[in-house]
C-alpha cells in the first residue's frame, strides 16, 4: 500500500539547516509527485514546494531563496533542504502524494538554541 | 499569488445539522480546489478533489460544489467524527495555496 513517512532531526539550531527525508513505499517516485507542506504550531497549513514526477522541482516564492527539493529514485527517498532557518519556521512538516491524495504522519522540527 | 478566502474561520453546529464551508478563489482555477479535514495531532486526510469528486473512502454526506469562483464543502448531517479543522487547497497554479481553514465544533 501507498506509505509516505518523514524523517529528520527534531530540533535545529536558529541559523542552522534543516534536512529531512520522506521516505516512500507503494509507488514510484518517477510516476507521482511529492509535496512537501508544513504547519506552525496552532496555525494553518501551507505549500512549501514539489518535486514533479519528472524531476523538476517549483517552489513557494516566499521560500524559495531558501529551499531546496531533490529525491534518489532508487532509494525512493525525497530530500527537503532549508537554511537559514528562524524560529518562526518550527512547525509539523509533511510530504504527501500527488496534492494530498496521501499524506505522512508528519515530523515534528523545532528551531531553537 | 492566487489568494484563497475561506469562510468562517469558526462555527458551531448540532449533531444533524446541514454545514457549509466556502472558499473564493482570487483568480480563475477551473475546478483544481480540493477539501481536506484535519483532526487534533493527525495529518490532512483529502475529502474532495476536483471540486465535486468525493475521497475514495469519504462518508457521502459530504460533497462539493462550486459556483463562479466560490467553492462550498457541505456535511449533509452533522456527524460527532466531523468535527475539525476543514481547508481548502488550489492545485491550479504554483505556487499551492491554502485557506486558513474552518474550525468545526459541536455546540
Known amino acids: 500500500q501507498v506509505q509516505l513517512k518523514e524523517s529528520g532531526p527534531g530540533l535545529v539550531q536558529p541559523s542552522q539547516t534543516l534536512s529531512l527525508t520522506c521516505t516512500v513505499s507503494?509507488?514510484?517516485?518517477?510516476?507521482?509527485?511529492v509535496h512537501w507542506v508544513r504547519q506552525p504550531p496552532g496555525k494553518g497549513l501551507e505549500w512549501m514546494g514539489v518535486?514533479?514526477?519528472?524531476?523538476?522541482?517549483d517552489y513557494n516564492s516566499a521560500l524559495k531563496p531558501r529551499l531546496s527539493i531533490s529525491r534518489d529514485t532508487s532509494k525512493s527517498q525525497v530530500f527537503l533542504t532549508m537554511n537559514s532557518l528562524q524560529t518562526e519556521d518550527t512547525g509539523i512538516y509533511y510530504c504527501n502524494r500527488n496534492s494530498g491524495s496521501y499524506w505522512g504522519q508528519g515530523v515534528m522540527v523545532t528551531v531553537s538554541s | 499569488d492566487i489568494q484563497m478566502t475561506q469562510s468562517p474561520s469558526s462555527m458551531s453546529a448540532s449533531l444533524g445539522d446541514r454545514v457549509t464551508i466556502t472558499c473564493r478563489a482570487s483568480q480563475d482555477i477551473g475546478n483544481y480546489l480540493s477539501w481536506f479535514q484535519q483532526k487534533p495531532g493527525k495529518s490532512p486526510r483529502r475529502m474532495i478533489y476536483?471540486?465535486?469528486n468525493l475521497a475514495a473512502g469519504v462518508p457521502s454526506r459530504f460533497s462539493g460544489s462550486r459556483s463562479g469562483s466560490d467553492y462550498s464543502l457541505t456535511i449533509s448531517s452533522l456527524e460527532s467524527e466531523d468535527m475539525a479543522i476543514y481547508y481548502c487547497l488550489q492545485s491550479i497554479q504554483y505556487p499551492y495555496t491554502f485557506g486558513a481553514g474552518t474550525k468545526l465544533e459541536l455546540k
Open positions: 518535486i514533479w514526477s519528472g524531476g523538476n522541482t
Open positions: 476536483g471540486a465535486t
Open positions: 507503494g509507488f514510484s517516485l518517477t510516476s507521482y509527485n
